[in-house]
Every structure is written in C-alpha cells, then in structure tokens.
T-cell receptor
Framework: KQEVTQIPAALSVPEGENLVLNCSFT??????LQWFRQDPGKGLTSLLL?????REQTSGRLNASLDKSSGRSTLYIAASQPGDSATYLC????????????FGEGTQLTVNP | NAGVTQTPKFQVLKTGQSMTLQCAQD?????MYWYRQDPGMGLRLIYY???????DKGEVPNGYNVSRLNKREFSLRLESAAPSQTSVYFC??????????FGQGTRLTVV
C-alpha cells in the first residue's frame, strides 16, 4: 500500500526566505506526483504536476523535483511571501491504480512579515 | 471558467437523514473522484469514476453511494447520515492520469 509522508508538519519562516518542503512515498511505481496548495476553509489548488519520467517542474517562484528511485519529492519556494502561507499537500498517482491519488497530510507553512 | 463546482457548500444533518452532494465539471474530464478530509487523516478516497458509466470503491466507501449521471456530473449520497460522516467533502476531476482539479468543498456536520 502506498504511503505518503510530508515533513515537517508545520513550518514558520520570515518573509524573503527560501524554503524546501519534503514529500516521501513508499512505492516508487508511480505515474506522477502533484503538489497542491490549500488555504484555510478552501479547496485544493494545483501547483505543479511532475510525470514519473521528469526530474523537475518550475512555475514562477516554485520548483518541484522528483527522485522516483528514492521515493522523494521536494517543493522549493524562492523568496517567500506572506501570501504563500497555506498548507501544501503532495499526492502520488500509482502506475496501475486507475488514476487514484494518495495524499500526504500536508505541511502548514506560515510566512511572517 | 468554473472548473469543478460542488453544491451545497455547507450542510447540517441530523443522524439518520439522507442527502446528496452534487458535483459538476466543465473540463470534459473522464475521471471524477470523491474525497473526504479529516484532521489527522488527510484526504481519503471514497469513490471514483474512471469514465462515464463506471464507478469503483476507494479507501472509505462504507455508508456512501455514488452516481455518475453523465460525463459532467458525479454525485455522492449519504443514505443514513452518522456523526462519523462529519467531514469536508471534495470532488475532483482529471483527464485520465493527468492533473487533478478540485472543487471548493462541502462542509458537512452530522449531529
């Protein structure tokens, strides 16, 4: 059974700092990995999707990497801003699952002005 | 550009009552999903539909039923609500194995 772990569970940083969020998964037979952002009381917003054949994806100040063999992904946020405060979730899709996602519990990020 | 739309946004039910959560997507996606989100448990898959006319159980299907009404709509029904079903429910859709998009959620309280 696929298990997804996100460490740390919570992170507080000063504005302007570069930071890394971690995601690990137990079964390396994945099809893709997706990073989401969730604001309090809101739905999930897709940030980046990395296919299993890719090593990284970038969108603005966000960069996600994938090391499938070691079962790890990182989300790098450059020059953090208070507006980046949210919970960040990673989710993996198995190769033969019929397209279901398995989620980690998320990292709650607070960026202090 | 609606994406995935869920109704209602909030609902309070008494134990034993029934209700249907509605979900519709306008992105022509084949696959649709229902998840529930609980503190300390993360998001767990209830049911999913890989294509119109098919549905499959996820991790936590007990107490729920689903209907894939057409390609756009996927509903979740609670036949006899229980306090353990108090949760936030999310509908999502994707084109096969590509990027998944989520609705804004339905916050359900069963008293």
């Amino acid at each position: 059974k696929q298990e997804v772990t996100q460490i740390p569970a919570a992170l507080s940083v000063p504005e302007g700092e570069n930071l890394v969020l971690n995601c690990s998964f137990t079964d390396s037979a994945i099809y893709n990995l997706q990073w989401f952002r969730q604001d309090p009381g809101k739905g999930l917003t897709s940030l980046l999707l990395i296919q299993s054949s890719q090593r990284e994806q970038t969108s603005g100040r966000l960069n996600a990497s994938l090391d499938k063999s070691s079962g790890r992904s990182t989300l790098y946020i450059a020059a953090s801003q208070p507006g980046d405060s949210a919970t960040y979730l990673c989710a993996v899709k198995r190769e033969t699952s019929g397209s279901r996602l398995t989620f980690g519990e998320g990292t709650q990020l607070t960026v202090n002005p | 550009n609606a994406g995935v739309t869920q109704t209602p946004k909030f609902q309070v039910l008494k134990t034993g009552q029934s209700m249907t959560l509605q979900c519709a997507q306008d992105m022509n996606h084949n696959s649709m999903y229902w998840y529930r989100q609980d503190p300390g448990m993360g998001l767990r898959l209830i049911y999913y539909s890989a294509s119109e006319g098919t549905t499959d159980k996820g991790e936590v299907p007990n107490g729920y039923n689903v209907s894939r009404l057409n390609k756009r709509e996927f509903s979740l029904r609670l036949e006899s609500a229980a306090p353990s079903q108090t949760s936030v429910y999310f509908c999502a859709s994707s084109r096969g194995d590509s990027e998944a998009f989520f609705g804004q959620g339905t916050r359900l309280t069963v008293v």
